[in-house]
């Protein structure tokens, strides 16, 4: 009766042992997690069209965080309504004596909201560097620090920054239809055009009506996928077609 009692003791307190250890590991990466990401918050003027969550916040070129969440806010002082949002920075503080974003906004660089993905319609949010960076009172919001944003209400775009958004948007539908998985469809697309053509062809042999038309179906088909290798390769070529709406 004691060796069950001992056994059932001993059963528990590695069950207990167990669920400490699990739980212990969960807290202890939770933690990991949260030293590695830091949340900001921005007050952005005008128009954030499409910013949305999960739009990436990017620092020369690079991904460093993302957008958590977006919701609206009461303006007492203004008698408003403001949109806040909700920043998670990707930070790694190891060898840094002084918080990084902080060394950014030191530095004078706001966050600004880039034009719409012409795919997507998904905006990102950059860090630019400015000559005057934006003065604030407020430097908190619901215990969470404020990253400073673009003082102008309206930006004006200039001819080259429109070139330039353009000349994106066509490596972009380029490297979309050079991938090795388009390349892949269009090969299989001629290789199957190819089949059918010789299975037309034998069928022509015959002279029954139903194969003449059934051979003469599978022609057409096999055109259609020429056509369709012809114009994936053409757009690859000249992707500048879509926008212009001409083949």
Not at 33 to 48: A, C, D, P, Q, R
Not at 161 to 172: G, H
């Amino acid at each position: 009766m004691r060796q069950e009692r001992l056994y059932t003791l001993i059963g528990i307190f590695v069950v207990g042992a167990f669920g400490l250890l699990i739980y212990g590991s969960i807290f202890f990466y939770n933690e990991y997690i949260k030293e590695k990401m830091e949340t900001y918050v921005l007050f952005f003027k005008g128009s954030l069209n499409g910013l949305e969550s999960r739009s990436t916040v990017t620092y020369r070129g690079v991904k460093i965080g993302e957008v958590s969440f977006i919701e609206l806010t009461e303006n007492t002082l203004k008698n408003m309504v403001d949109v806040v949002v909700y920043v998670q920075f990707f930070v790694d503080k190891t060898g840094f004596r002084d918080n990084p974003i902080r060394l950014l906004i030191n530095k004078g660089f706001v966050a600004d909201i880039s034009k719409p993905n012409f795919l997507t319609g998904v905006a990102s949010i950059e860090l630019i560097q400015t000559d005057k960076p934006p003065s604030s009172k407020q430097h908190y919001y619901r215990g969470y620090p404020i990253f400073p944003t673009v003082p102008q209400v309206e930006k004006y775009t200039s001819f080259d920054e429109t070139l330039k958004s353009a000349k994106k948007t066509l490596d972009e539908i380029r490297e979309f239809l050079q991938t090795k998985e388009l390349q892949k469809t269009a090969e299989s697309l001629r290789k199957m055009a190819d089949s059918i053509e010789i299975l037309a062809n034998n069928l022509n042999r015959n002279v029954s009506p139903f194969v003449a038309y059934f051979a003469q179906s599978l022609k057409e088909v096999g055109k259609a996928a020429y056509s369709t290798q012809n114009l994936m390769d053409y757009l690859s070529r000249h992707p500048e077609s879509l926008l212009r709406g001409k083949m």
